[in-house]
Protein backbone atom coordinates (compact mmCIF):
# COMPACT_ATOMS: atom_id res chain seq x y z
CA UNK A 1 0.00 0.00 0.00
CA UNK A 2 0.79 3.45 -0.35
CA UNK A 3 3.41 5.28 2.62
CA UNK A 4 3.09 8.43 3.75
CA UNK A 5 3.13 10.91 1.14
CA UNK A 6 4.30 14.83 1.31
CA UNK A 7 3.94 18.11 -0.32
CA UNK A 8 5.33 20.11 -1.45
CA UNK A 9 8.62 18.11 -1.95
CA UNK A 10 10.08 21.54 -2.37
CA UNK A 11 9.28 24.70 -1.39
CA UNK A 12 11.00 27.75 -1.76
CA UNK A 13 9.50 30.99 0.60
CA UNK A 14 10.66 34.90 1.10
CA UNK A 15 11.37 35.65 4.48
CA UNK A 16 8.01 36.33 6.05
CA UNK A 17 6.21 34.58 4.28
CA UNK A 18 3.78 31.89 5.60
CA UNK A 19 3.84 28.62 4.05
CA UNK A 20 2.03 25.31 4.76
CA UNK A 21 3.35 21.57 4.56
CA UNK A 22 1.11 19.09 4.03
CA UNK A 23 1.34 15.20 5.20
CA UNK A 24 -0.49 12.39 4.50
CA UNK A 25 -0.30 9.71 6.84
CA UNK A 26 -0.81 5.82 5.74
CA UNK A 27 -4.09 4.95 5.79
CA UNK A 28 -5.70 3.87 9.25
CA UNK A 29 -2.23 5.28 11.08
CA UNK A 30 -3.53 6.55 14.63
CA UNK A 31 -0.25 9.08 15.50
CA UNK A 32 1.41 11.08 13.81
CA UNK A 33 4.35 12.75 14.56
CA UNK A 34 6.30 16.16 12.92
CA UNK A 35 9.92 16.85 12.61
CA UNK A 36 12.86 18.79 11.78
CA UNK A 37 16.12 18.31 10.28
CA UNK A 38 18.44 21.27 9.69
CA UNK A 39 21.34 20.45 7.03
CA UNK A 40 23.60 17.60 8.73
CA UNK A 41 22.08 16.91 11.86
CA UNK A 42 19.58 14.43 12.42
CA UNK A 43 15.76 15.02 12.86
CA UNK A 44 14.24 16.76 15.84
CA UNK A 45 11.21 16.35 17.23
CA UNK A 46 8.40 19.02 16.64
CA UNK A 47 5.03 17.52 17.66
CA UNK A 48 3.10 14.81 18.05
CA UNK A 49 -1.34 13.77 17.38
CA UNK A 50 -3.05 10.95 18.15
CA UNK A 51 -6.06 10.79 16.09
CA UNK A 52 -7.03 14.72 15.91
CA UNK A 53 -5.57 15.27 19.55
CA UNK A 54 -2.36 17.07 19.63
CA UNK A 55 -0.78 15.51 22.80
CA UNK A 56 2.81 17.15 22.78
CA UNK A 57 3.94 20.17 20.82
CA UNK A 58 6.61 20.90 23.07
CA UNK A 59 9.11 20.88 20.62
CA UNK A 60 7.98 23.63 18.40
CA UNK A 61 10.14 26.38 18.59
CA UNK A 62 8.50 29.41 18.16
CA UNK A 63 4.70 30.73 18.36
CA UNK A 64 5.15 30.74 14.37
CA UNK A 65 5.15 27.21 13.97
CA UNK A 66 1.48 25.42 14.22
CA UNK A 67 0.14 21.81 13.24
CA UNK A 68 -2.76 20.40 13.08
CA UNK A 69 -5.09 17.44 12.11
CA UNK A 70 -8.44 18.46 12.64
CA UNK A 71 -10.05 14.62 10.98
CA UNK A 72 -7.22 12.32 12.87
CA UNK A 73 -5.70 11.85 9.05
CA UNK A 74 -3.99 14.45 7.21
CA UNK A 75 -1.94 16.82 8.95
CA UNK A 76 -0.66 20.06 7.71
CA UNK A 77 2.36 22.34 9.80
CA UNK A 78 2.38 25.87 9.29
CA UNK A 79 5.29 28.37 9.72
CA UNK A 80 3.93 32.08 9.72
CA UNK A 81 6.54 34.99 9.12
CA UNK A 82 9.20 32.40 7.80
CA UNK A 83 12.70 33.08 8.90
CA UNK A 84 16.05 31.99 7.75
CA UNK A 85 16.81 29.40 10.47
CA UNK A 86 13.49 27.76 9.23
CA UNK A 87 15.47 26.58 6.29
CA UNK A 88 15.39 22.46 7.04
CA UNK A 89 13.90 19.64 5.68
CA UNK A 90 10.65 18.40 7.36
CA UNK A 91 9.76 15.30 7.77
CA UNK A 92 6.19 13.75 8.84
CA UNK A 93 6.19 10.21 10.52
CA UNK A 94 2.91 8.02 11.35
CA UNK A 95 2.46 5.10 13.28
CA UNK A 96 -0.45 2.36 13.50
CA UNK A 97 -0.75 2.25 16.86
CA UNK A 98 -1.16 5.14 20.01
CA UNK A 99 3.09 5.49 19.86
CA UNK A 100 2.85 5.26 23.61
CA UNK A 101 3.42 2.34 26.22
CA UNK A 102 6.77 0.86 27.02
CA UNK A 103 5.39 -2.67 27.40
CA UNK A 104 3.55 -2.64 24.03
CA UNK A 105 5.47 -3.92 20.92
CA UNK A 106 7.08 -0.99 19.37
CA UNK A 107 5.13 0.90 17.23
CA UNK A 108 7.36 1.47 14.20
CA UNK A 109 7.30 5.27 12.62
CA UNK A 110 7.15 5.12 8.94
CA UNK A 111 8.30 8.65 7.56
CA UNK A 112 7.61 10.43 4.27
CA UNK A 113 10.48 11.47 2.02
CA UNK A 114 10.31 15.00 3.69
CA UNK A 115 9.28 19.05 2.50
CA UNK A 116 12.78 20.72 2.09
CA UNK A 117 11.75 24.20 2.96
CA UNK A 118 14.36 27.10 1.71
CA UNK A 119 13.74 30.60 3.15
CA UNK A 120 15.58 33.40 0.98
CA UNK B 1 18.31 15.41 28.29
CA UNK B 2 18.42 12.82 25.91
CA UNK B 3 21.18 12.58 22.94
CA UNK B 4 22.86 10.09 20.64
CA UNK B 5 26.46 10.52 19.88
CA UNK B 6 27.60 9.04 16.40
CA UNK B 7 29.93 8.74 14.46
CA UNK B 8 31.39 11.71 12.28
CA UNK B 9 30.96 10.98 8.62
CA UNK B 10 31.69 10.36 6.15
CA UNK B 11 32.92 6.77 5.95
CA UNK B 12 34.00 5.71 2.52
CA UNK B 13 34.82 2.11 2.24
CA UNK B 14 35.26 -0.46 -0.59
CA UNK B 15 33.33 -3.29 -1.40
CA UNK B 16 33.10 -6.10 0.55
CA UNK B 17 34.58 -4.44 3.39
CA UNK B 18 33.67 -4.77 7.23
CA UNK B 19 31.99 -1.76 8.37
CA UNK B 20 31.25 -0.35 12.08
CA UNK B 21 29.73 3.21 12.88
CA UNK B 22 30.20 3.98 16.56
CA UNK B 23 26.93 5.07 18.27
CA UNK B 24 26.81 5.83 22.05
CA UNK B 25 23.45 7.47 24.02
CA UNK B 26 22.75 9.23 27.81
CA UNK B 27 18.64 8.84 28.35
CA UNK B 28 16.90 7.94 31.21
CA UNK B 29 15.20 5.03 32.17
CA UNK B 30 15.73 1.94 29.82
CA UNK B 31 15.70 3.75 26.47
CA UNK B 32 14.97 1.47 23.05
CA UNK B 33 17.75 1.98 20.64
CA UNK B 34 16.79 2.19 16.56
CA UNK B 35 19.06 2.64 13.57
CA UNK B 36 17.20 3.95 10.77
CA UNK B 37 18.61 4.40 7.23
CA UNK B 38 18.24 6.84 4.47
CA UNK B 39 18.79 6.27 0.63
CA UNK B 40 19.33 8.83 -1.50
CA UNK B 41 15.75 10.52 -2.63
CA UNK B 42 13.70 8.19 0.18
CA UNK B 43 12.59 8.60 3.46
CA UNK B 44 13.93 7.38 6.40
CA UNK B 45 13.54 3.86 6.90
CA UNK B 46 13.64 1.56 10.22
CA UNK B 47 16.91 -0.85 9.84
CA UNK B 48 17.00 -2.26 13.15
CA UNK B 49 16.14 -2.05 16.86
CA UNK B 50 16.74 -3.33 20.57
CA UNK B 51 14.61 -2.65 23.12
CA UNK B 52 16.73 -3.91 26.33
CA UNK B 53 20.19 -4.67 27.19
CA UNK B 54 22.12 -7.33 25.50
CA UNK B 55 19.11 -7.66 22.58
CA UNK B 56 20.88 -7.99 19.09
CA UNK B 57 18.94 -6.67 16.47
CA UNK B 58 19.55 -7.46 13.06
CA UNK B 59 18.57 -6.82 8.89
CA UNK B 60 19.94 -7.20 5.51
CA UNK B 61 23.22 -8.50 7.03
CA UNK B 62 23.58 -5.54 9.58
CA UNK B 63 24.21 -5.92 13.53
CA UNK B 64 23.86 -3.65 16.76
CA UNK B 65 23.74 -5.32 20.35
CA UNK B 66 22.32 -2.90 22.66
CA UNK B 67 25.35 -2.82 25.68
CA UNK B 68 24.26 -0.72 28.55
CA UNK B 69 27.28 -0.94 30.02
CA UNK B 70 28.89 1.45 27.77
CA UNK B 71 25.65 3.16 26.95
CA UNK B 72 26.41 2.04 23.31
CA UNK B 73 24.70 0.57 20.46
CA UNK B 74 27.10 0.18 17.49
CA UNK B 75 26.05 -0.71 13.58
CA UNK B 76 28.38 -3.35 12.27
CA UNK B 77 28.12 -5.48 8.91
CA UNK B 78 30.85 -7.76 7.59
CA UNK B 79 30.95 -7.40 3.75
CA UNK B 80 29.44 -4.08 2.39
CA UNK B 81 27.78 -3.61 -0.74
CA UNK B 82 27.85 -0.51 -3.55
CA UNK B 83 23.66 -0.42 -2.25
CA UNK B 84 24.17 0.30 1.16
CA UNK B 85 25.24 3.80 0.16
CA UNK B 86 23.20 6.12 2.44
CA UNK B 87 23.00 7.96 5.23
CA UNK B 88 22.71 6.13 8.68
CA UNK B 89 21.11 7.46 11.87
CA UNK B 90 21.22 5.82 15.45
CA UNK B 91 18.09 7.32 17.58
CA UNK B 92 16.73 6.06 20.97
CA UNK B 93 13.07 5.90 22.47
CA UNK B 94 13.25 6.59 26.14
CA UNK B 95 11.00 5.45 28.50
CA UNK B 96 10.50 9.28 29.29
CA UNK B 97 9.51 10.08 26.63
CA UNK B 98 8.47 6.69 25.18
CA UNK B 99 6.96 7.98 21.54
CA UNK B 100 9.41 10.62 20.72
CA UNK B 101 12.46 9.46 18.75
CA UNK B 102 16.07 11.55 19.48
CA UNK B 103 18.30 10.88 16.29
CA UNK B 104 22.08 11.40 16.24
CA UNK B 105 23.30 13.58 13.56
CA UNK B 106 23.74 10.89 10.53
CA UNK B 107 26.40 8.99 9.88
CA UNK B 108 27.15 9.24 5.17
CA UNK B 109 28.72 5.74 3.68
CA UNK B 110 29.47 5.77 0.77
CA UNK B 111 30.74 2.00 -1.08
CA UNK B 112 32.83 2.04 -4.26
CA UNK B 113 32.94 -0.47 -6.71
Known amino acids: GAGVSQSPRYKVAKRGQDVALRCDPISGHVSLFWYQQALGQGPEFLTY????????KSGLPSDRFFAERPEGSVSTLKIQRTQQEDSAVYLC??????????????????FGPGTRLTVL | GDSVTQMEGPVTLSEEAFLTINCTYT??????LFWYVQYPGEGLQLLLKATKADDKGSNKGFEATYRKETTSFHLEKGSVQVSDSAVYFCALRSGGSNYKLTFGKGTLLTVNP
Open chain 1, 93 to 110: ASTLGGGQGIFRSYNEQF
Open chain 2, 27 to 32: ATGYPS
Open chain 1, 49 to 56: FQNEAQLD
